[in-house]
């Protein structure tokens, strides 16, 4: 055979690879990602590159008010995440989190505004805790339907769902605004703390890390053992096999969708009720869009989801904490973010594949 | 009256759109569904901001030079183009040899575009004193010059030459996608990639171009925003990652087709801008009137989905990586 005409490299298909190999490539990633990072900061701060990380941990967890913020803020995170798991592990493409979340946190500010002391606290927590879980699967059951029935994009309804509920919310602002004129809600009852997650053995964000990391478990084992999971991840390998199959692939659709919008709102509970105490756009942030990557990342399992999440918030906190201690603004945060969120996804091909050069052994 | 000035808003409005979305159609013609649009049109804002800025205020401004209109012209053309070029190309290596997810990584170019341009608008911004300290004064006259002789012709007054290099840009892609033999060849790769490449068709060089000539024509809709429609003084009020999400809809609205994506986007531009025309309305129900263009875009994406015309239909292998072994 004549070599000239081989290509210089050639890539295959890799048929599996050992679990640790594939770590170690993701592993490589990252701290190319986590140098790339310092390098940004660098050029932004001029502050010594080693010293970066040591800025940025402490402003992720130099004090105990901190790591317990970076905490929550994981747990947001991952509470997204794990409200899309289902959908992407059937190839629908919820990229309404952000609108899911947004209906789900003015659901809970609606029965803060409303209900405020008039009930005791645990009664409007699960109020709350339903009103978000509805308007969240509402919202996420509109494209679901359109799209189980006339195969409509998914992709474009939920995103202009987002835009929808981010106006919805806008017209709920300007119902609920307070003081007058300000074009806020602000802190929703502020002296009685009506509807407030209360603290647990005294840690004020204690409830909303126990109610994600339940729904991580409860998820987790849905997805893996039992027959709906099962049902998810035929219809997302092939709808035609799922129908041989004799699933119903209109109601595997629909009923995915509704947990997953559900999941959304709860979160947008966790972030009104829990934190925020107060409704507007921020609730939902942007997070409805680094969630989806999360979620797709992690591969669909919510303990790997956890890790990712931790990684982000670490470096948007540390990024946001040499900003500020440098006069900059906190868009830093989500330019590390980016940089993190490219390298992983990268790293992803040298997991599935394998390069081989001109010459070298087959 | 009150018509012919909601006619220059939405003409305005709809340019910045339009540009985003041609860019896209190019794009997913080739197969690539890239959601990136808002941050390469952000992208386009921050290049062409900051190499204008280089120019009329670092350059000129301390040598004591007169700023001339046309190097400002070419030094934010140059510096959008760029800029939102490199992100197209960034997307283009993810998604094309590395064959990541297109969605996963067109939403993270969003995330960290956006965010890019935020933050180095923001930053220069606070260097010269706060917002409404920076402007490209010359920049931004020579970008919003009208045509000779339509001074004071109503609603033409207040079009800059980019709306009229967006139309033709558009009739021209028409023609390029329908008539010649690259643009046939393009179309190939993105109904059925495998297809082409057995034609002879290079699918990795096509998509390259096509998506990073595209990335260029979204982010000149950034530079168009930036240097017209908030007169080249940089705000980060996430306007533009709202329009860069519009002209996302504006392909699937325009079915895959640039010449009708002109009058789509001055509709577009109409709908976002109706609540301030209509009267009695307050601040409440203007949020309300301001999901008229999200609404009319899902009643299109029903109505294609509905309709199922061979001629609305997108791209056959929009959205997948091609890799010739697994054919």
């Known amino acids: 055979m004549n070599h000239s005409h081989e290509p210089l490299i050639h890539i295959a298909k890799r048929d599996g690879i050992v679990w640790w190999k594939s770590w170690l490539i993701r592993l490589t990633g990252v701290v190319l990602a986590l140098i790339v990072s310092a390098l940004f900061i660098y050029g932004i701060s001029k502050l010594d590159p080693l010293k970066v990380y040591g800025a940025m941990w402490d402003g992720a967890f130099g004090t105990s008010k901190r790591a317990w913020v970076t905490i929550r803020d994981t747990m947001m995170l991952l509470c997204i995440g794990i409200g899309l798991a289902p959908a992407f592990m059937m190839r629908f493409w919820n990229i309404g989190a952000e609108g899911q979340i947004l209906v789900g946190g003015c659901a809970t500010a609606a029965v803060m505004i409303y209900c405020g002391n008039a009930m005791p606290t645990w009664i409007m927590l699960v109020i709350m805790f339903a009103a978000s879980c509805v308007s969240g699967a509402i919202w996420g059951l509109i494209p679901a339907i359109f799209k189980a029935h006339w195969n409509t994009n998914e992709t474009l309804f939920t995103l202009m769902m987002n835009y929808i509920a981010i106006q919805l919310t806008n017209f709920l602002v300007s119902k609920w605004e307070s003081p007058p004129g300000s074009n806020a809600v602000g802190v929703i009852n502020l002296n009685t703390q009506s509807g407030w997650f209360p603290s647990i053995l005294g840690q004020q964000y204690l409830l909303n890390v126990l109610i994600v990391l339940a729904l991580a478990v409860v998820m987790f084992i849905y997805l893996r053992s039992s027959k709906q999971g099962y049902e998810i991840a035929v219809v997302g390998e092939s709808e035609n096999t799922a129908r041989y199959a004799g699933i119903s692939v209109k ?25 925020a105490h107060t409704i507007s756009t921020e609730v939902a942030g942007g997070r409805g869009f680094t969630a989806i990557i999360v979620a797709w990342l992690a591969k669909f399992n919510t303990f790997v989801m956890i890790l990712i999440a931790a990684l982000i918030i670490f470096l948007q906190k540390g990024a946001i904490q040499i900003a500020s201690q440098f006069n900059l603004n906190d868009y830093a945060s989500n330019v590390v973010t980016g940089i993190i969120l490219f390298f992983i996804l ?17 | ?41 952000s992208l386009g804002a921050v290049g062409g901001f900051i190499v204008s800025r280089a120019y ?32 197209g ?42 917002v409404g300290s920076l402007s490209l004064a010359v920049t931004s006259n020579a970008f919003r010059a009208v045509i000779p002789g339509l001074e004071t012709v109503t609603v033409f007054y207040a079009l800059g030459w980019l709306v009229y290099i967006s139309i033709a840009l558009a009739i021209f892609m028409q023609w390029f996608l329908n008539r010649t033999r690259v643009g046939l060849n ?31 024509i979204s982010g000149l809709g950034g530079l168009y925003y930036f240097v017209d429609y908030v007169k080249a003084a940089w705000t980060s009020d996430g306007t533009l990652e709202a329009l860069g999400w519009l002209a996302v809809a504006l392909v699937i609205f325009a079915t895959w087709k640039p010449a009708r994506a002109i009058w789509a986007s001055y509709l577009f531009g109409a709908l976002s801008w109706l609540y301030f025309y209509i009267g009695g309305l307050n601040r409440s129900s203007q949020e309300i009137f301001k999901m008229l263009p999200y609404l009319v875009t899902i009643a299109v994406l029903v109505f294609v989905s509905l309709r199922r015309s061979k001629e609305s239909q997108p791209p056959a292998s929009l959205g997948l990586s091609y890799f010739r072994e697994e054919r």
Do not use: W
């Open chain 2, 186 to 216: 393009l179309r190939a790769v993105g109904e059925s990639p495998a297809t082409a490449d057995a034609a002879g068709i290079n699918v990795t060089k096509y998509k390259y171009v096509a998506t990073c000539v595209g990335a260029c």
């Open chain 2, 1 to 41: 009256m009150k018509f012919l000035s909601l006619l220059q808003s939405a003409i305005v409005y709809g340019t910045i759109i339009l540009y985003g979305a041609m860019g896209e159609i190019l794009t997913q013609k080739s197969g690539n569904l890239n959601l990136g649009v808002p941050g390469l049109m």
């Open chain 2, 56 to 87: 009329e205020i670092l350059y000129c401004g301390s040598n004591g030079l007169t700023p001339n209109a046309l190097l400002c012209i070419l030094t934010a053309l140059l510096g959008a183009l760029l800029f939102s070029g490199l992100g």
């Open chain 1, 251 to 275: 109601k595997v659709i629909i009923r995915t969708m509704a947990i997953s919008g559900a999941i959304c709102g709860v979160a947008g509970f966790v972030n009104v009720a829990g934190a």
């Open chain 1, 346 to 362: 990268g790293s992803e091909f040298f997991i599935n594949y394998e390069i081989r050069f001109r010459g070298g052994k087959s």
């Open chain 2, 89 to 130: 190309l960034l997307y283009s290596f993810l998604t094309i040899s590395l064959r990541a997810n297109q969605n996963v990584t067109g939403l993270t170019l969003t995330i960290f575009g956006c965010a890019l341009a935020n933050f180095y608008g923001s930053a220069l911004l606070q260097k010269h004193g706060g």
